[in-house]
């Protein structure tokens, strides 16, 4: 796709606007979708899609330059310029909206509110009753805040400097819910844990997160061996490996991306033997069930893994 545009989106926050060179109509994308954006030094990364799905003209990134990151948003930022022709893998979607929910309550902080943008072009699209608490730490990083405010008492903007540094009360904001609402957060890792914490009592089918950076470390125990369901080949995980790298150095060809288990698209299923996860995409529920993994991130308890390899 041709990068067409860079836009200011607020302190630290430039938008990205990709189209077919052709001019064509992009894939289709559902609200809360990401692509994988291939960048010219050779780096992979996820960007949530900003725009209303019914946008099929382009895919418009929010991307916050994160200077202690791994590199990707500073490349960005620093080096791509408008014209360029970048590969673009997707969309793919772990952050669905729910359409038959009656009410959908969005928690969004700093550039998490791209995903959850698309989300409430969606809602308004078909009439879903939603609302929206957006923090920021200043004013200035406020992304799309002007037609977010636009919309009325609908949506709250938190900013940290103007409340004397006090965060958004999120117990609040959980609390208040109506007991059939799904609950969506997408931001920075302190205030996923603390969201998580504030709607642990809720039904894991109404709360839905996007992560951003994973919170766990991949496991690297190894001692145990990989076998392919397709080939009959046996990869031996050494100590210090994952499963994603065994795989690499044994000339087996996985489709990864992120590597750290949020993005989902390593999810391998299995079909003999117990998986460690450490990955941010499956719930509780999937994890017990062991049918599927992310090899980039997650390991094994068993001696054997068996995976549709």
């Known amino acids: 796709m041709r990068l067409t545009a860079i836009l200011f989106g607020g302190e630290g926050s430039n938008l990205f606007e990709l189209r077919r060179p052709d001019g064509g109509a992009v894939p289709p ?11 010219p030094n050779g780096l992979v990364r996820q960007y949530s899609i900003a725009n209303a799905p019914d946008e099929r003209d382009r895919y418009l990134l929010g991307v916050k330059r994160e200077d202690p990151g791994r590199g990707g948003s500073r490349f ?17 979607n772990n952050f669905p909206l729910v359409e038959a929910a009656p009410t959908s309550i969005f928690v969004a902080g700093g550039i998490g509110i ?32 002007a037609d977010l405010l ?22 609040a904001v959980v609390g208040t819910a109506a007991g059939t609402a799904h ?97 941010m995409i499956l719930s509780d529920e999937e994890k017990a069930a062991g049918r599927t993994m992310m090899v980039c991130c997650s390991g094994s308890l068993s001696e054997v893994l068996v995976l549709d390899l």
């Open 183 to 279: 609950l969506y957060c997408c931001g920075p890792a302190p205030m996923m844990a603390a969201f998580k914490e504030a709607a642990a009592a809720i039904p894991a089918e109404r709360v839905h997160l996007e992560y951003f950076t994973s919170d766990a470390a991949p496991a690297t125990q190894g001692g145990f061996v990989v076998e392919l369901a397709q080939s009959g080949q046996r990869v031996p995980v050494p100590p210090g490996t994952t499963i994603l790298e065994a795989l690499r150095a044994a000339g087996v060809r996985v489709q990864a991306a992120c590597e750290q288990g949020i993005c989902g698209t390593c999810e391998t299923r299995v079909l003999q033997g117990t998986p460690e996860h450490r990955d």
């Open 29 to 39: 994308f559902t609200a809360g979708a990401h692509v994988d954006l291939h960048l």
């Open 76 to 92: 960005l930022h620093d080096a791509v310029k408008v014209g360029a022709i970048l590969k673009v893998d997707g969309p793919r």
């Open 150 to 171: 636009a919309l009325g008492d609908r949506v709250a903007l938190h900013v940290d400097e103007e409340r004397g540094g006090k965060l958004l009360d999120l117990p």
């Open 114 to 145: 791209t995903p959850i943008r698309s989300m409430i072009h969606r809602a308004q699209a078909i009439g879903q009753d939603w609302q929206l608490h957006y923090a920021v730490r200043r004013r200035a990083e406020a992304v799309f805040a």
